[in-house]
């Protein structure tokens, strides 16, 4: 047996040329022992090798209990068919957990995790040397390495070309095998030079005379020799050149690939104990990510477990939220829960993310628990949902399920403009040492990837912009190929361009680079950096781990969503207006509920600026679906989505509503599953239970068709699930035109379905947005204005439709303007919306700030502004162009002469109200007074809105045919 220990995999970014996953699946074909996957200064690939070797042996094993039974996969296949790859394979190669060391100043090096010591002591080094770098960079010393390396195998890399060693190397290499006795080992590589044979000699004959044994290693790049041309055009994406230009940087040959066992003897035949040692060696590795025993903080507090803790609050929250007394079905709903999160000591979980929230409230910061978290009671008692699970149909096994054996899932959302707090509260309370964001791996996909892979094989830019606008879409290829090269004026026979679209199908799903999740952390009870490597983020003040979401669930590591959500900004804003000038203290939970002029106003598409019933499909669909309770919300926020649309969802279900058509169910069962939306499957938990019910899935089947609609844009999985689908509602008596419409429906899902409870939280964003716009139109319209940027709407459509409400909007002014805009008495015992500086373009806030602190009884001129606040001139000019000084009586052109007089920096200390800024006076200028169109014109140059006059009021008259002659 043979093992690879060397292995550069595309989690080396722009360096190696194939997937973890093809390694494992390529070393299982060849009969190697073991691999290990050894990136650059990172483990970020490490899980996914892990995950493929674990489904091989699935595989594997089931394949042998299959011939053991001398049961018969199937069907002879075809002749010429290939055989699935499980068929060919006898061995699971072992995977260890390794990374390649890259030093600043010393030789590279493999460290192999032999236990789980030696995992904690690698993810450590790797953290420090990230830690010390920007994002995606990695420095790590010499003396990094010798401080300790227990519990790792080390293979030191002679510098790659070189015939004899270099003094400083030999020195090193010294240093290290007397630091590491036993555990230091010399790697021979091929260069596939030609002097391989004479290199491996004396690199041998030096590593004797310093004790060092040495291992044979391919140091494959590849998996196959066929990623060779795509590996070139990595290196020249990663140099900035072209392939053509690569010169000794482009790979001479396709040998740096993974080689089988007789390969490695034939490359190594006169040192075959290296290539023996490589198996010794990875018997000694036993590591393996199994291993990783994943503990969630304790969050025991003052003496009381985490059982007691959450029983306690779960309770108290009961009480809080049923003041009269709460139903015995919701007693006992919680109590089943509280019974089940014993079972599976998940209690710690459920307590940060309430402390997480707690502390949020505790801030005034507006959040809300979504997704599958709002199927609970415990959630709803603790506050991390506002949504009471008797609501729907939901069940609490679609969120916690003892048959999954999965971690909960909880997504909270919390102000956009505030989440940053959260975040380092996060971090403040755990130590960057024990909590970290996931990563976010982002993948090449066709514009990318045309537009990369494109320079680097030499097309010109015109050539890569056809390319990128009209011949590809999201996910690749669009029509056929040739068909669509011509139409755009290319020649589908051209060798270049050819291969060049070859190589961009093939570069398609790679990965490119790291970045952040968008709020998924990671905590733990011990330290972070012995589980996985910590990093820093781009962001100020952000660290990260490299694994992503599917990493982690694949280790069974728990995560705390922190998301951000806009419009949880502008109902706080809201909330606080409403205390400020009506004394009425409002939150989510209570709101006067089912109000009929809040539902009357969505009946007529009244929509412009809500929460997620916003977009013209929406306003298209709200006066077919006339809602009028809360449930029917829910389905509204559920059902314009493109997976019901592209389901063939809508037009039944509202056919049904209107009595345009009968509702009809195929059979008592199904129709338990489907009575609540009149027969049309609309959400995920639907569609999970049409398959249990109708196709006799086990809940385990029903669970993974979830996890493919949740996956399919990534991995496009769900059609796997079509033949067990179909046979399994034949055989409960459904015809098969039912059953294949079933389907395309489940299918649907795939591109965008909402579970029940996910849309009921968002259903309640809803319904507050209503109501707020409803009844308080002015406060509405302010607080949305001043949660910008967010939503469909820009603020010059925000503030027409205010008006259209009846609200009296004020423009910018010097004196009564603040940064936010504001509410102020219209005279008429009613408030009006003052524009605030915010809305001019390229104003600062802090420039906001000084105007209005340094205002005092009121400015008398752009110069009195000057002086006293202490803004540029240019800030001046920026106000003036927004008409800013119209109350001190100053035309748009006569303030904006003022300010561009104004050329000082600062006020000069003395001569002051003598001079202007430069010491030089001037006669009074008589500038020509602005048209309207002038005006409207200015308006929206200085804040993309204007309150004079719409512009197309000023074309009517042109747009307008002249009246006929009588």
């Given at each position: 047996m043979v093992a690879e220990l060397s292995i550069t995999s595309n989690f080396t970014f722009l360096t190696g040329a194939s997937h973890p996953e093809e390694y494992m699946q390529r070393a299982a074909l060849m009969g190697l022992s073991a691999v290990a996957v050894a990136d650059v200064n990172s483990v970020a690939g490490i899980v996914r090798a892990h995950t493929e070797a674990r489904k091989i042996a699935r595989e594997v094993a089931d394949l042998a209990a299959r011939e053991a039974e001398g049961r018969l996969i199937g069907p002879p296949a075809p002749e010429g068919t290939p055989r699935p790859p499980s068929a060919e394979i006898r061995n699971v190669p072992r995977l260890i957990p390794a990374a390649r060391l890259v030093l600043s100043d010393g030789p590279e090096i493999t460290a192999l995790a032999a236990t789980r010591a030696g995992w904690a002591r690698l993810c450590r080094l790797i953290?420090?040397?990230?830690?010390?770098?920007?994002?995606?960079?990695?420095?790590?010393?010499?003396?990094?390495?010798?401080?300790?390396?227990?519990?790792?195998?080390?293979?030191?890399?002679?510098?790659?070309?070189?015939?004899?060693?270099?003094?400083?190397?030999?020195?090193?290499?010294?240093?290290?095998?007397?630091?590491?006795?036993?555990?230091?080992?010399?790697?021979?590589?091929?260069?596939?030079?030609?002097?391989?044979?004479?290199?491996?000699?004396?690199?041998?004959?030096?590593?004797?005379?310093?004790?060092?044994?040495?291992?044979?290693?391919?140091?494959?790049?590849?998996?196959?020799?066929?990623?060779?041309?795509?590996?070139?055009?990595?290196?020249?994406?990663?140099?900035?050149?072209?392939?053509?230009?690569?010169?000794?940087?482009?790979?001479?040959?396709?040998?740096?690939?993974?080689?089988?066992?007789?390969?490695?003897?034939?490359?190594?035949?006169?040192?075959?104990?290296?290539?023996?040692?490589?198996?010794?060696?990875?018997?000694?590795?036993?590591?393996?990510?199994?291993?990783?025993?994943?503990?969630?903080?304790?969050e025991v507090a003052e003496g009381e477990s985490a059982a007691d803790r959450l029983a306690r609050l779960a309770r108290e929250g009961l009480a809080w939220r049923y003041p009269?007394?709460?139903?015995?079905?919701?007693?006992?709903?919680?109590?089943?829960?509280?019974?089940?999160?014993?079972?599976?000591?998940?209690?710690?979980?459920?307590?940060?993310?309430?402390?997480?929230?707690?502390?949020?409230?505790?801030?005034?910061?507006?959040?809300?628990?979504?997704?599958?978290?709002?199927?609970?009671?415990?959630?709803?008692?603790?506050?991390?949902?506002?949504?009471?699970?008797?609501?729907?149909?939901?069940?609490?096994?679609?969120?916690?399920?003892?048959?999954?054996?999965?971690?909960?899932?909880?997504?909270?959302?919390?102000?956009?403009?505030?989440r940053e707090e959260v975040i380092q509260w996060i971090y403040a309370r755990y130590g960057r040492h024990r909590a970290g964001l996931c990563a976010t791996v982002i993948h090449y996909r066709a514009k990318r990837a045309i537009r990369e892979v494109g320079r680097a094989m030499g097309l010109s830019e015109d050539i890569v912009a056809a390319l990128s606008s009209q011949l590809w879409g999201a996910h690749g290829m669009s029509g056929t190929e040739a068909e669509r090269l011509a139409e755009i004026g290319l020649d589908p026979a051209d060798r270049r361009l050819r291969l060049t679209l070859e190589l961009i199908e093939e570069i398609m799903g790679f990965p490119r680079h790291l970045s952040q999740h968008v709020g998924g952390f990671v905590v733990t009870e011990g330290r972070l950096d012995e589980l996985c490597p910590v990093e820093n983020a781009s962001m100020e003040d952000r660290t990260v781990i490299c694994w992503d979401k599917d990493d982690i669930d694949a280790l069974g590591i728990l995560k705390v969503d922190v998301l951000a959500l806009g419009m949880l900004t502008c109902i706080r804003k809201a909330f606080e207006l409403l205390r400020q000038h009506h004394g009425a203290d409002y939150t989510l939970a209570t709101l006067p509920q089912e109000d009929p002029r809040v539902y009357e106003m969505l009946c007529r598409a009244d929509s412009l600026g809500l929460f997620q019933v916003e977009s013209r499909a929406q306003m298209n669909f709200l006066p077919r679906m006339k809602p009028r309770c809360f449930y029917d919300l829910v389905i509204q926020v559920a059902i314009i989505r493109p997976g019901p649309i592209q389901g063939d969802m809508v037009h039944p279900y509202i056919r049904r509503r209107n009595g345009e058509e009968p509702v009809r169910f195929p059979s008592d069962a199904l129709g338990e599953v489907l009575g609540k939306t009149l027969g049309v499957p609309l959400f995920q938990e639907q569609a999970m239970q049409i398959a249990i019910v109708g196709a006799g899935f086990t809940p385990e089947e029903a669970d993974r068709l979830r996890r493919a609609l949740a996956t399919f844009k990534k991995h496009g999985t769900v059609s796997a699930f079509r033949t067990r689908f179909l046979r399994g509602m034949a055989a409960n008596g459904y015809d098969r035109a039912f059953a294949e419409r079933c389907f395309a429906q489940i299918e649907g899902f795939g591109a965008y379905g909402f579970p029940e409870s996910h849309a009921a939280s968002f259903a309640l964003l809803v319904y507050a947005s209503a109501w707020l716009k409803r009844h308080h139109p002015a406060v509405y319209a302010c607080a949305l204005l001043n949660a910008q940027p967010m939503g469909f709407y820009a603020p010059a459509q925000i503030v027409r439709d205010a008006r259209a409400h009846g609200v009296e909007v004020r423009p910018v002014c010097i004196n009564r303007s603040y940064w936010d805009n504001a509410l102020e008495p219209d005279g008429r015992g009613g408030q009006a919306l003052r524009l605030g500086f915010r809305q001019i373009r390229g104003l600062k806030e802090e420039d906001a700030a000084w105007i209005a602190a340094a205002r005092g009884n009121g400015y008398r001129s752009v110069e009195d502004v000057w002086r006293r606040a202490g803004v540029a001139p240019a800030v001046l000019a920026r106000l003036a162009e927004a008409d800013a000084f119209a109350d001190l009586g100053l035309a748009r052109r006569a303030a904006l002469w003022e300010a561009k007089a104004l050329r000082a920096p600062a006020p000069l200390p003395l001569f002051a109200g003598e001079l202007d800024g430069e010491g030089i006076e001037e006669p009074a200028a008589h500038l020509p007074a602005m048209r309207l169109g002038e005006e409207v014109v200015e308006d929206y140059v200085a804040m993309r809105l204007t309150l004079r006059a719409h512009p197309v009021a000023l074309l009517r008259d042109r747009l307008t045919p002249p009246a006929a002659a009588p």
């Amino acid at each position: 047996m043979v093992a690879e220990l060397s292995i550069t995999s595309n989690f080396t970014f722009l360096t190696g040329a194939s997937h973890p996953e093809e390694y494992m699946q390529r070393a299982a074909l060849m009969g190697l022992s073991a691999v290990a996957v050894a990136d650059v200064n990172s483990v970020a690939g490490i899980v996914r090798a892990h995950t493929e070797a674990r489904k091989i042996a699935r595989e594997v094993a089931d394949l042998a209990a299959r011939e053991a039974e001398g049961r018969l996969i199937g069907p002879p296949a075809p002749e010429g068919t290939p055989r699935p790859p499980s068929a060919e394979i006898r061995n699971v190669p072992r995977l260890i957990p390794a990374a390649r060391l890259v030093l600043s100043d010393g030789p590279e090096i493999t460290a192999l995790a032999a236990t789980r010591a030696g995992w904690a002591r690698l993810c450590r080094l790797i953290s420090r040397g990230r830690l010390r770098a920007s994002k995606g960079d990695c420095t790590l010393r010499l003396e990094d390495v010798l401080e300790g390396m227990e519990g790792l195998e080390l293979l030191l890399h002679p510098p790659a070309r070189a015939l004899d060693w270099p003094g400083d190397f030999r020195a090193q290499a010294a240093r290290l095998a007397r630091r590491f006795p036993g555990r230091m080992h010399l790697a021979l590589a091929p260069v596939y030079d030609g002097q391989d044979a004479r290199r491996f000699a004396l690199w041998a004959e030096a590593a004797a005379a310093l004790g060092l044994p040495t291992v044979a290693s391919a140091r494959p790049l590849l998996h196959h020799g066929r990623r060779r041309r795509l590996a070139d055009v990595l290196t020249a994406i990663r140099t900035g050149t072209q392939v053509d230009a690569l010169g000794r940087a482009a790979l001479a040959n396709a040998e740096q690939r993974l080689r089988a066992p007789a390969e490695m003897r034939r490359l190594f035949r006169d040192h075959a104990a290296a290539v023996e040692r490589t198996e010794a060696l990875a018997a000694r590795c036993t590591f393996s990510l199994d291993d990783l025993r994943y503990e969630y903080p304790s969050e025991v507090a003052e003496g009381e477990s985490a059982a007691d803790r959450l029983a306690r609050l779960a309770r108290e929250g009961l009480a809080w939220r049923y003041p009269e007394g709460a139903p015995e079905r919701v007693r006992r709903l919680m109590e089943h829960e509280l019974a089940l999160i014993a079972k599976l000591n998940y209690e710690p979980y459920f307590l940060t993310v309430r402390d997480v929230v707690a502390f949020a409230r505790s801030r005034g910061i507006l959040c809300q628990g979504r997704g599958s978290a709002a199927n609970s009671v415990v959630c709803y008692c603790l506050g991390v949902t506002s949504v009471s699970p008797e609501i729907g149909t939901m069940v609490f096994e679609r969120f916690v399920s003892e048959a999954r054996d999965e971690p909960p899932d909880i997504d909270v959302d919390f102000e956009h403009e505030r989440r940053e707090e959260v975040i380092q509260w996060i971090y403040a309370r755990y130590g960057r040492h024990r909590a970290g964001l996931c990563a976010t791996v982002i993948h090449y996909r066709a514009k990318r990837a045309i537009r990369e892979v494109g320079r680097a094989m030499g097309l010109s830019e015109d050539i890569v912009a056809a390319l990128s606008s009209q011949l590809w879409g999201a996910h690749g290829m669009s029509g056929t190929e040739a068909e669509r090269l011509a139409e755009i004026g290319l020649d589908p026979a051209d060798r270049r361009l050819r291969l060049t679209l070859e190589l961009i199908e093939e570069i398609m799903g790679f990965p490119r680079h790291l970045s952040q999740h968008v709020g998924g952390f990671v905590v733990t009870e011990g330290r972070l950096d012995e589980l996985c490597p910590v990093e820093n983020a781009s962001m100020e003040d952000r660290t990260v781990i490299c694994w992503d979401k599917d990493d982690i669930d694949a280790l069974g590591i728990l995560k705390v969503d922190v998301l951000a959500l806009g419009m949880l900004t502008c109902i706080r804003k809201a909330f606080e207006l409403l205390r400020q000038h009506h004394g009425a203290d409002y939150t989510l939970a209570t709101l006067p509920q089912e109000d009929p002029r809040v539902y009357e106003m969505l009946c007529r598409a009244d929509s412009l600026g809500l929460f997620q019933v916003e977009s013209r499909a929406q306003m298209n669909f709200l006066p077919r679906m006339k809602p009028r309770c809360f449930y029917d919300l829910v389905i509204q926020v559920a059902i314009i989505r493109p997976g019901p649309i592209q389901g063939d969802m809508v037009h039944p279900y509202i056919r049904r509503r209107n009595g345009e058509e009968p509702v009809r169910f195929p059979s008592d069962a199904l129709g338990e599953v489907l009575g609540k939306t009149l027969g049309v499957p609309l959400f995920q938990e639907q569609a999970m239970q049409i398959a249990i019910v109708g196709a006799g899935f086990t809940p385990e089947e029903a669970d993974r068709l979830r996890r493919a609609l949740a996956t399919f844009k990534k991995h496009g999985t769900v059609s796997a699930f079509r033949t067990r689908f179909l046979r399994g509602m034949a055989a409960n008596g459904y015809d098969r035109a039912f059953a294949e419409r079933c389907f395309a429906q489940i299918e649907g899902f795939g591109a965008y379905g909402f579970p029940e409870s996910h849309a009921a939280s968002f259903a309640l964003l809803v319904y507050a947005s209503a109501w707020l716009k409803r009844h308080h139109p002015a406060v509405y319209a302010c607080a949305l204005l001043n949660a910008q940027p967010m939503g469909f709407y820009a603020p010059a459509q925000i503030v027409r439709d205010a008006r259209a409400h009846g609200v009296e909007v004020r423009p910018v002014c010097i004196n009564r303007s603040y940064w936010d805009n504001a509410l102020e008495p219209d005279g008429r015992g009613g408030q009006a919306l003052r524009l605030g500086f915010r809305q001019i373009r390229g104003l600062k806030e802090e420039d906001a700030a000084w105007i209005a602190a340094a205002r005092g009884n009121g400015y008398r001129s752009v110069e009195d502004v000057w002086r006293r606040a202490g803004v540029a001139p240019a800030v001046l000019a920026r106000l003036a162009e927004a008409d800013a000084f119209a109350d001190l009586g100053l035309a748009r052109r006569a303030a904006l002469w003022e300010a561009k007089a104004l050329r000082a920096p600062a006020p000069l200390p003395l001569f002051a109200g003598e001079l202007d800024g430069e010491g030089i006076e001037e006669p009074a200028a008589h500038l020509p007074a602005m048209r309207l169109g002038e005006e409207v014109v200015e308006d929206y140059v200085a804040m993309r809105l204007t309150l004079r006059a719409h512009p197309v009021a000023l074309l009517r008259d042109r747009l307008t045919p002249p009246a006929a002659a009588p």
